[in-house]
């Protein structure tokens, strides 16, 4: 009889989306004559903008013609975009990275919850809490995690992020293999400033870890001094690894575009005295298990990049960077605790009088019909906070105030 990777059966429920979408239904259910308003959902909601539909045209003609069909593409992207990537996001900032160390994806989530692979099994794991739930889920299916007990996983290391330290990660009492970093953040809304990188990178160094740097939120960051790649920090070319997308820059979450950032410089000990690098074992992990994001896709990604590209998909991040300061704004009006919404599309915050998440989500749910997500459902540390986003519509933003104004 074959047997199951029992790891996918400690796997813990999704509760959080789950639960969160259970108690909207029977909400509905019961007053079906009130809308809903969700500042909930953690997806766009602004349609793609008109030189990314052009550039998904033109290509999808291209495949039209003979002339111009592309068949399988190289696995790790094509040179047009990869090279676009490499002049604006990383050169054009002074930063060295080479189209050879970008390899293009269907998305940062598949990327991040890949690559643990190429780490060995028993490597010890260190994430941000609150946090993305993928890191964490990757490696219990590959039974890096240990048992589950009082909602936490044994083997991995916690690196609680609370209004105590900024909602910024300490270093681990014990050392990591693998640190998992996501900045801006999704849920708090935190961006690690330059000296806690440079601390981070200092300490990667000198411990051997890998640093898995996530940052899908880059565009939001509003604060100038902030670093948005981490390979502004010196020496992080050997200890970095960095996440990208274009589904919160560009609204791509449903077209599906990302990449990676993998310089030469980033080594694991091979077992035998030498040392292997990451970028030949992605290279030849994605060559055998993926087969390319779509030449149409790339195209839409490139035109991203285009001088008109750059000024459509920055209009739309700023409105969404403006829907978060008039959240933060109304919610600190009305006397609550807010974190975040400068540098990232999300609002962290602090439920009143010392209700639980699911008691301050229940509340709005029931008295004001307005979902939210409950912080403790991204960990034991969000605990005391719901999770806003600014992703939605300026007109429901303000129905949201409206009715806050009316039960807090
Ligand atoms: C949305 C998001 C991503 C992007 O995932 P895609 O698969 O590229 O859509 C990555 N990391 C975090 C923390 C996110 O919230």
């Known amino acids: ?23 909207v239904a029977a909400c509905r259910a019961a007053r079906p004559e009130r809308r809903i308003v969700s500042l909930g959902i953690g997806d766009v909601t602004r349609p793609l903008v008109p030189v990314v539909i052009a550039a998904l045209h033109r290509a999808v003609e ?45 998305g940062a989530k598949s990327d991040l919850g890949n690559f643990q692979e190429l780490f060995a099994p ?6 941000m809490d609150p946090v993305y739930p993928v890191y964490v889920d990757s490696n ?11 909602g936490r996983w044994q083997r991995i290391l916690y690196l609680p992020c609370t209004r ?33 990188l440079r601390q981070w990178v200092d300490y990667a160094r000198r411990e051997g870890c890998v640093i898995l740097f996530d940052s899908a939120y880059e565009a ?23 996440f990208r997308s274009f589904s919160k820059t560009a609204g791509f979450t449903g077209l599906r575009c990302a990449y990676t950032v993998l310089p030469r410089d980033v080594t694991l000990a091979d077992g035998r005295g030498g040392r292997v690098a990451l970028r030949d074992l992605w290279l030849r992990r994605q ?64 439920t009143p009088q010392g209700l639980s998440s699911w008691e301050f989500f229940d509340l709005l749910l029931d008295r004001a019909g307005l ?3 409950p912080g403790a459902g991204f960990g034991l540390s969000g605990e005391g906070y719901v999770r806003f986003t600014a992703f939605g519509k300026p007109a429901d933003t303000e129905e949201a105030l409206r009715r806050l104004a009316l039960i807090l």
């Open 1 to 23: 009889m074959a047997s199951v990777n029992r790891h996918y059966l400690e796997l813990q429920g999704s509760y959080l989306f789950s639960e969160t979408a259970r108690r």
């Open 62 to 106: 291209e495949m039209g013609q003979e002339t111009t069909f592309r068949g399988y593409g190289p696995e790790q992207g094509y040179a047009f975009l990869r090279e676009a990537i490499v002049r604006q996001d990383y050169q054009a900032r002074g930063l060295d990275i080479a189209p050879d160390e970008v390899f293009i994806s269907d």
């Open 122 to 127: 028993e490597s010890v794991v260190a994430v």
């Open 140 to 150: 219990v299916m590959a039974g890096r995690a240990g048992q589950f007990r009082d």
């Open 164 to 196: 105590d330290n900024a909602f910024l990660p300490d270093r681990p009492a014990t050392r990591p293999d693998m640190v998992y970093l996501c900045s801006p953040n999704n849920p708090t809304g935190a961006a690690l400033p330059r000296d806690v």
């Open 220 to 242: 939001f960051v509003t604060e100038p001094e902030l670093p948005r790649s981490i390979y502004e920090l010196e020496g992080a070319r050997e200890v970095a690894v960095e």
């Open 287 to 350: 060559s055998s298990r993926y087969n390319g994001c779509p030449y149409i896709v790339q195209r839409a990604a490139e035109a991203v990049y285009s001088p008109q590209g750059r000024i459509e998909t920055a209009a739309d991040v700023a409105a969404c960077q403006a829907n978060a300061r008039r959240i933060a704004q109304g919610l600190r009006r009305l006397g609550l605790g807010v974190f975040g919404g400068v540098n990232a599309p999300y609002l962290w915050v602090q």
């Open 371 to 373: 979902v939210c997500t």
